[in-house]
């Protein structure tokens, strides 16, 4: 749609420039004579053939009708070919082949000039799919955790009840210590009565010696007998002890568990957020992306209407540098020019005469060098007003 724009504005322009260019040309010719250009008026020639009386040589005379003496470019006795220049505005003309280099050179500028055409922003690369979500490391860890409490709470429930009580063998120990110890303290007491009744019954010496070695014999065993019964007692206060310490650690174990399974639980919980923030600047990136391609295709779009409208301008300045040129050569083409219409020799240019700011002188040609024949006009003179575009 823009390149029919472009060539529809083109040709109107040069349509407007081909109608100004034939429209000046219908002009009269006093009109563009006095142009802002200052293009000259046509020169008039008058020719006239004649027969020299005294050598009977055709002779011809351009009677001639110019705006400046200056256009003359020949002088008397010259040798002139046919087609070579008598009179010319040189200096108009001059200056109109350097406006025509002026405004060539600009036409040649403008079509060297390169206007780089925008590089179409390219599609990047589709981006690696995220890998579906894969939680089972952490899902794995819970049920390890989760079986590892159950285990420490079963074992803590079964073994809870033994541990609070004590332990059988050592309190029947205890038990079978203490009786020891009673008896012992009970054959003590005895025999310590047998000894106060046999001094108040005054027995002899020896025999109360015996009974006292005896008691002697019994205090001993009693002693031994608290001993085994502090022993036992001991023995149950540090089965106590390692039971309770046990059931601790049993506990202890139950909480660890239960710790190691809250850290697997958090640590499934740390993956799931750090998936959803994964997957958050994912779409991030992904729409980051797509605008950034938006940037570029909206860049690229006024890179293109830029170029084209430096198409266009170039083109309109060349349309326009193309009509001035044609109507400069048009310009050119209507400089008044005279030339010779035979070879042979200038043989006499009369004296200028003004009128009007126009200057008037008659050349004449022959086909031999100047003679002191003068120049006289036969009856047989042919008279041809002509004008030379």
Request: charged content about 25%; proline content about 4%; hydrophobic content about 35%.
């Amino acid at each position: 749609m823009n390149e029919l724009v472009r060539r529809f504005a083109i040709g109107c322009v040069l349509s407007l420039g081909l109608i100004a260019i034939l429209s000046s040309e219908n002009q009269p010719s006093s009109n563009k004579a006095f142009s802002q250009d200052k293009t000259p008026t046509p020169q008039t020639v008058q020719t006239t053939e004649e027969i020299d009386s005294q050598t009977n040589q055709r002779i011809l005379k351009l009677s001639i009708d110019v705006e400046n003496t200056s256009f003359l470019k020949v002088k008397e006795g010259d040798a002139i070919k046919i087609g070579e220049i008598i009179t010319d505005n040189s200096i108009e003309r001059n200056r109109l082949n350097k406006q025509r280099q002026s405004l060539q050179l600009q036409i040649d500028n403008l079509k060297a000039k390169n206007i780089p055409k925008p590089f179409e922003p390219k599609a990047p690369p589709q981006l690696a799919a995220l890998p579906s979500a894969n939680f089972l490391e952490e899902e794995s860890a819970i049920a390890q955790a989760k079986l590892k409490l159950q285990q420490a709470q079963s074992i803590l429930e079964s073994r809870t009840k033994l541990l609070k009580s004590d332990n059988p063998e050592v309190r029947a120990e205890g038990e079978k210590s203490e009786s020891a110890l009673n008896i012992a303290s009970a054959k003590v007491q005895e025999q310590e009565e047998l000894i106060r009744s046999m001094q108040d019954m005054k027995l002899e010496a020896a025999v109360l010696r015996h009974e006292e070695a005896k008691l002697k014999q019994l205090n001993s065993e009693m002693e031994q007998a608290r001993s085994g019964l502090d022993q036992a007692r001991a023995k149950l206060n540090a089965s106590a002890i390692a039971s309770q310490q046990e059931l601790q650690n049993l506990q202890i174990a139950v909480q660890i568990a239960q710790s190691d399974l809250q850290m697997a639980m958090s640590r499934l919980e740390t993956a799931k957020s750090n998936r959803k923030l994964l997957e958050y600047n994912a779409s991030i990136n992904a729409a980051q992306r797509v605008e950034q391609q938006n940037q570029s295709n909206l860049a690229y779009t006024r890179q293109m209407q830029d170029y084209e409208q430096q198409i266009r301008d170039r083109d309109y300045q060349l349309a326009q540098l193309q009509i001035s040129l044609a109507a400069i050569d048009d310009k050119i083409s209507q400089i008044p020019v005279v030339k010779s219409p035979k070879t042979g020799y200038i043989r006499r240019i009369k004296p200028w005469v003004g009128n009007n700011g126009k200057y008037t002188t008659t050349i004449t040609i022959s086909s031999n060098p100047k003679s002191d024949g003068g120049d006289r006009s036969s009856n047989g003179t042919i008279i041809t007003p002509t004008s030379k575009p």
